[in-house]
Structure formats: C-alpha cells, structure tokens
C-alpha cells in the first residue's frame, strides 16, 4: 500500500512538472486534466479496459503508439493510464508477472519523453 501511495505521488510529480515546463500549466487538481480530444478519452477508456483484461504490456505499448505526438493530451492520457495501473493491487501483478519496480520504469520512461530523464529522476527520488 505504501509503495501504491509512493508511485502514485511520483506521477502526479512528472505530470506537475512536465505541464509546467511544457505547457506552462499549473495543475492544482486531477479535475484540470480533461481531455479536449475524444479520440483520446476514448483511447484512455481502451487502454484502462485493456490493463482490467490482463493486457499489461500490450497496453503499454499501444499507450507508447498512441502518443507519439507527445501533445498535452498525450500526456494527460498517460497520467490516466499510469494512475489506472498503479491503483491495481499486488496480486495483479503477481498474477500478470509485474513488479511495481517494472510499472515504475515504464511510467518513467513515459514521462521522459516530455521532460528530461534528469528531472524525472529528480521528482521520483525526491522522496526517497
């Protein structure tokens, strides 16, 4: 549980950071990150049904092809998708052959194609 509370935190630190430097956004609540495109939010329901049927790393990487663009939405969509898979409980993984070391790499290298790796290192080891 702790280790849910730790990435999740993580996540919403890249997002911060990477809608500021980016976008010039401050984000103060989730409620700030809607989508304007409906082909993303439908992208996001696609992909969180895909992590609820076992599909991780399939999931993964259609997040990684649909979002090369790296556009705001891009980003607000791999927020949701991140979120998503960090809300799901050990025996998931377990059963899908995850460790939260494997979500917390992935979910790095996603926001290291908004921000520099430097700083996504510096906002998820902040915590530490």
């Known amino acids: ?3 849910d509370d730790y990435i999740m935190r993580q996540i919403k630190e890249c997002i911060d950071a990477a809608m500021r430097l980016l976008f010039h956004v401050n984000v103060e609540s989730p409620a700030m990150l809607v989508l ?3 082909q993303k939010e439908e992208l996001v329901q696609k992909l969180t ?3 609820d049927g076992g599909k991780v790393r399939e999931a993964i990487s ?3 092809r649909e979002t090369a663009d790296r556009s705001q939405d891009d980003l607000i969509v791999g927020y949701r998708f991140y979120t998503h898979l960090c ?3 050990d025996d998931y993984l377990d059963k899908y052959g995850l ?3 494997d ?3 992935e979910m ?5 194609h908004y921000i520099s790796p430097e700083v996504v290192d510096l906002v998820t080891h902040s915590k530490d």
């Open 99 to 101: 460790l939260y070391s």
């Open 49 to 51: 049904d895909m992590l």
């Open 36 to 38: 304007k495109d409906r």
């Open 1 to 3: 549980m702790f280790e």
């Open 103 to 105: 979500v917390e790499a």
């Open 87 to 89: 809300q799901k409980d």
């Open 62 to 64: 259609e997040l990684d």
């Open 108 to 112: 790095k290298r996603f926001f290291s």
